[in-house]
């Protein structure tokens, strides 16, 4: 498949406020499967797992990348493919909200085809730096958020003569979010997203090949709506006006759509969430449309980012057969 799947059937899903595209989906699976996946995750024997950073844990499921970038395969866990079928389901899922056609999937051309499968937990606090997941991705991923919310930062690049950028930080290119890849970014980012436990986050496109996806390391989190001015927006970052905010991403200057929270840390400035609309949730959405905003201290979370490595190394004990680990 030469070009990159469209999602017609998911329009009203696409955040608004942000480049194309990401897609939101609320209640993506039910709180038994969230509970079990829960429990599969933390039952992983020990080997499996893998500390980076501040002390987040990650597993990789489906193999890991070659020096070279190809991935070595290895076999999914049942509790990904069997109950709760969950890949396959995110597949299904994408391939019938996409325009590839009948033809494309009976032949094993998924608009994704999952191969692979990267757990990651969080303990309050603990984020991820603003990293690319890189070119030897399908250029789509999907994530799973798993028992708590957090804050998805969308970044952008900045070239480092720009004049004045509100203040550059060094971006990462690492798969796993923490070697500095030495290009400078906006340490504002260009907008925020709410991820709600049990939610899918599908990130496609231009938001995945040009722009920079991270979590702030904070333990709690406080979120408004866009165009609700707060004291501690409009104070830090200038007058936001309500009316130019609604005024659509296309349209909007980064301060206009995006926290006054430059310095990170642990502080619940308000950040601007620029899916506020489609959280199916109309408690959280009435306290996001309020100058005090919506507060959340952050549990444990984990997440699954669901992806296709392009190139799989080919002839070895397993088989890759329609996007599925087999043995051979
Ligand atoms: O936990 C998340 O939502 C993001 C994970 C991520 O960015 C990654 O694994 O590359």
Redesign the pocket.
């Known amino acids: 498949m030469a070009d990159l799947p469209r999602f017609p059937l998911l329009d009203k899903q696409r955040v608004p406020h942000l480049p194309p595209a990401g897609y939101y989906v609320a209640d993506f699976i039910t709180e038994e499967e969230e509970a079990l996946l829960l429990r599969k995750i933390d039952e992983t024997p020990q080997p499996k797992w893998k500390t980076v950073g501040t002390g987040r844990r990650l597993q990789y499921w489906g193999g890991t990348l070659s020096k070279k970038n190809v991935l070595v395969p290895e076999p999914m866990p049942d509790f990904l493919t069997a109950f709760p079928e969950i890949i396959q389901r995110i597949d299904a899922f994408l391939d019938i909200a996409s325009d590839v056609t009948d033809k494309d999937v009976q032949e094993g051309k998924h608009a994704l085809g999952i191969n692979q499968v990267?757990v990651?937990e969080?303990k309050p606090g603990q984020g991820?730096a603003p990293?690319e997941?890189g070119p030897a991705f399908r250029p789509l991923v999907a994530?799973l958020?798993l028992g708590s919310h957090?804050v998805?930062d969308l970044h952008h690049y900045v070239s480092p003569t720009t004049p004045s950028p509100p203040m550059v930080a060094t971006a990462s290119l690492d798969?796993e979010?923490e070697e500095g890849g030495g290009k400078a970014i906006a340490a504002v980012p260009l907008g925020h997203v709410l991820?709600l436990p049990r939610s899918l986050?599908v990130l496609s496109g231009n938001l995945y090949q040009s722009h920079l996806?991270?979590?702030a390391e904070r333990d709690k989190d406080t979120c408004v709506a866009p165009g609700v001015v707060t004291e501690a927006v409009a104070g830090a970052g200038g007058e936001v006006k309500a009316a130019e905010v609604d005024a659509g991403a296309e349209g909007l200057s980064v301060a206009e759509i995006t926290d006054a929270d430059a310095d990170g840390g642990g502080s619940a400035r308000p950040v601007v969430v620029a899916n506020a609309a489609l959280l199916a949730r109309p408690d959280i959405e009435s306290a996001l449309a309020n100058a005090e905003g919506w507060t959340r201290e952050r549990g444990t979370r984990a997440?699954l980012?669901f992806r296709r490595a392009e190139r799989v190394l080919k002839g070895g004990a397993f088989s890759m057969i329609g996007g599925r680990m087999q043995r051979a």
Do not use: C, E, V
Request: proline share 5%; charged share 5%; hydrophobic share 30%.
């Open positions: 990267l990651n969080y991820i990293h997941d994530t958020s957090t998805l798969p979010g991820l986050f996806h991270g979590i997440s980012t």
